[in-house]
């Protein structure tokens, strides 16, 4: 956590405290001078000249901040972001960011923005109900635009992330934004590298895929040791997209990877363990690795463990584990774990049947583009199978599946 802190009156309360055994400082922040009460706290905070308190600490940046002092507004808005001698507090931390901000402390910009970016839910403080913030991602855009220049490299990077997770909206100035920076920054920040190479080899922008210039910049981003950027040039050099097919180099970029943490990496390591592709067939450390992955909430690795436990692959079969897995993958974007929750609750293998819940599951799998699950919709559709019959828009899943290449699709709609 940062804190800003204040110096204004340290050094000479300090010195009277020393020379006299009183507590000048205490004293003033009792009498309501927010300077001192904004000291003490950070004393509290830290356990300098005082036992360190966070509860203590939390009490007086309230005080200041209720007097009006913007660094005792931030400090709060942190204390109550990260549950720091106070119970956390979202839409708390939120009102006291927002009031840092326009109080003229830039260090509450990222913190605001994110939230905003997110949305925060309703909550209660000092007895007061606080309204649901809605999600605002413009808002939290523009207010990063206007600081994007300050050569703040935290402020480039939350851009980047926010105009990425609106790709398609913001297409040309997320590549406009990182060319610029990357070009002019030798050491620029490994996870805008990513985001920028994910760019270039996709034609984000409105260019043509670029994925020789993609893996250059994953390069950079993997001397630096990033772990998603060795994964990700892992795949290129195991796959020849953008470079030439090396499985030696691939396999020590995963390793490489694996050591530092990636989530990615280990799940794409896993399946080749279990496969026995260019490595030993170890379905046991391939549910490890997936187990280790799934840890981190990485969509397609919890998708993974749910196979496993689902067919006994590593590991003894264990049905609700397996579904609690595809629930949790599919929840956080994972489509296949989507599917396979359809196939499930429409086979009844590893839980109940249950036709309408089958329909949802392929349903949602299918809104996401995957064309086994527009197959599987339009198939329910066509029979009525948890929802009603609707013969227009089952062709139309099932020619959409068809043009993607499934076959069982092309058949029935011949």
Known sequence: MFFIKSTSLAAALFAAVLLSGADALLDLARAG???????????????RNRRLNRTLAFYWFRKAANGGSPEAQYNLAVCLQHGSGCEKNLPAAFIFFEKALNNGIAQALI??????????????FEGRTLKKIPADREKAIGLLRKHAGNGDRRITLLLAKFLYADVEKHAAELRHLLAGYCASNADADPEAMVIYAACLRSGIGGFPPDPAAGAGILQRAAEKKHP????????????????????RKALALYEKAIAAGSARAMTDYGELKLAGVDTAHDPVGAFKLFHRAAMTDYPAARRKLGEC?????G??????????????AAKNGDRIAAYRLGESYRDGIITAKNDYAAFYFFQQAALAGYPAAMRETGKALLEGRGTDKDHRRAVELLRRAADAGDREAALLLR
């Open 228 to 247: 998603e950027a060795m994964a990700q040039l892992a795949e290129m050099y195991y796959n020849g997209f953008g470079v030439k097919v090396d499985r």
């Open 309 to 313: 436990y689902a067919n006994g692959i």
């Open 111 to 124: 913190p605001y923005t994110k939230l905003l970016f997110t949305g925060v839910n309703e909550g209660e």
């Open 315 to 328: 590991t003894a079969a264990n049905h609700q584990r397996a579904m609690n897995c595809y629930h949790d």
């Open 33 to 47: 001078d927010t300077a001192s009460q904004l000291k003490v706290a950070g004393e509290f905070f830290y356990g």
